[in-house]
C-alpha cells in the first residue's frame, strides 16, 4: 500500500475532514497520512483508540515516535496524557491501549536502525524558550541528535515564518492555524516538504501551537527499503 510516498512532493493533508478507518484490532481507528507497506509498514498516521481498547503486545522491529493529542495513552511503562512525546527505539516492545480513550499522532519505521534512545516526556511540563533567531516564536525542543530534531513551537499571532528545510520538514497543526502556500492549515494538518526546500508561513490571528520534525527526510530512501525487505 503507497498513501503519500511521492516524497519529493509538498503534501498537506487535513487530517480533521477524514473519516476513521478501522484497524486490525477491535476499538482502533486510523487516518493515514502517509504510507508505504502493508501492515508492517513506513508510516506517518493518526491513531484513535476507544475507551477501553488495546492492542495485543508486539515488537517495533522499525521503532515508533508518537504524540498524544488527546486523552491519555497506557502501556506498561505509564500513562501518557495529551501533550506527552514518545520515542520508542527499534526492537522496543510494549503492549499499547487506553481505558479512557486517547489519539495519537504516530510515526513507524523512521529510525536510524542503531538509535538506542528511549524517550518520555510531557510537553506540558516543559517551558517553550524564546527563539533568538525568529521573533515571535519560542520553542519546546523534544529530541535532536546527529539525524533529525524534533520540537513543539509557539507562533505568535501573524507571526512570518521561515524554517530550513533543506533535508525535509514535517508540520502538524496541534492548536491555532497558519497559511503556506496560500492555503490554510488547522488544527491536524499535517504538511510534509521534501529535501531542498524552505518553510514560509504565517501564523494566523489568534496565533499556532505546531509539531515540527526536520532534518529527517534525507535517509526516506534507505527506509522504503527496509520495508520493502522486510515485506519481501
Not at 8 to 32: C, F, Q, T, Y
Not at 61 to 73: A, I, K, S, Y
Not at 140 to 166: F, G, K
Request: charged residues 25%; negative net charge; hydrophobic residues 35%.
Amino acid at each position: 500500500m503507497k498513501i503519500n510516498a511521492e516524497f519529493n512532493e509538498r503534501v498537506v493533508v487535513h487530517s480533521a475532514d477524514m473519516e476513521w478507518i478501522d484497524s486490525p484490532m477491535p476499538g482502533v481507528s486510523r487516518r493515514p497520512l502517509d504510507r508505504v507497506g502493508g501492515e508492517v509498514a513506513r508510516a506517518t498516521t493518526i491513531v484513535r483508540y476507544a475507551q477501553g481498547s488495546h492492542f495485543s503486545p508486539h515488537v517495533h522491529t522499525g521503532g515508533e515516535e508518537f504524540v498524544v493529542l488527546e486523552g491519555v495513552f497506557q502501556d506498561e511503562h505509564g500513562d501518557f496524557p495529551a501533550g506527552s512525546y514518545i520515542r520508542n527505539p527499534p526492537q522496543s516492545s510494549h503492549t499499547p491501549g487506553s481505558e479512557p480513550g486517547c489519539v495519537i499522532f504516530v510515526k513507524l519505521w523512521q529510525f536510524v536502525p542503531t538509535d538506542p534512545t528511549h524517550v518520555r516526556l510531557n510537553s506540558r511540563f516543559m517551558k517553550p524558550i524564546p527563539d533568538r533567531d525568529h521573533n515571535g516564536v519560542s520553542v519546546t525542543s523534544l529530541y535532536i541528535d546527529d539525524h533529525e530534531e524534533v520540537s513543539i513551537q509557539d507562533w505568535q499571532a501573524n507571526t512570518d515564518i521561515s524554517l530550513d528545510a533543506s533535508q525535509g520538514i514535517e508540520v502538524l497543526v496541534l492548536e491555532g492555524s497558519f497559511f503556506e502556500s496560500s492555503e490554510v492549515l488547522k488544527k491536524g494538518s499535517w504538511l510534509r516538504l521534501p529535501v531542498g526546500s524552505t518553510l514560509t508561513a504565517k501564523a494566523g490571528g489568534e496565533g499556532c501551537k505546531v509539531w515540527i520534525k526536520q532534518h529527517h527526510l534525507n535517509r526516506v530512501d534507505q527506509e522504503v527499503k527496509r520495508i520493502e525487505n522486510v515485506n519481501s
